[in-house]
């Protein structure tokens, strides 16, 4: 079973939204932080925003604090990140992963392209 499958990714105009979803199977999910990254063409990967378990503590890369919203249902084993006023620069392939991140549990992440 695929621990991680993220989904939500599309081309969207600057200023725009979007609503990624990354579902985790039970076993992974359990008790973790979880986290989503992201990683722009011709750059290294890097942390967008973490949730805790319960949802009580949550930090967010500081280009995106205000922006962007991580949520998790806990009852659905799913992580979400609600990306608001996108801008050019927020274009990448986004993943989740667990807090630390796991070598193998990176999937295939998910597109996301805003225009100018």
């Given at each position: 079973?695929?621990p991680?499958?993220?989904s939500?990714g599309?081309?969207?105009?600057?200023g725009g939204?979007?609503r990624?979803?990354?579902?985790?199977s039970?076993?992974t999910f359990?008790?973790?932080?979880?986290?989503w990254f992201r990683q722009?063409?011709?750059?290294?990967?890097?942390?967008v925003?973490?949730i805790?378990w319960?949802?009580?503590s949550?930090?967010?890369?500081e280009s995106?604090?205000g922006r962007?919203?991580?949520?998790?249902d806990?009852?659905k084993n799913?992580?979400y990140?609600?990306?608001?006023s996108l801008?050019?620069?927020?274009?990448?392939?986004?993943y989740?992963?667990l807090?630390?991140p796991?070598?193998?549990?990176?999937?295939?992440?998910?597109?996301?392209?805003?225009?100018?």
């Open positions: 079973q695929v991680l499958v993220e939500g599309g081309l969207v105009q600057a939204s979007l990624l979803s990354c579902v985790v039970r076993r359990n008790w973790y932080v979880m986290g722009a063409p011709g750059k290294e990967r890097e942390f925003a973490q805790s319960s949802g009580g949550i930090m967010y890369k995106v604090e962007f919203t991580i949520s998790r806990n009852d799913t992580v990140l609600e990306m608001n801008k050019p620069e927020d274009t990448a392939v986004y989740c992963n807090i630390p796991k070598g193998d549990y990176w999937g295939q992440g998910t597109q996301v392209i805003v225009s100018s």
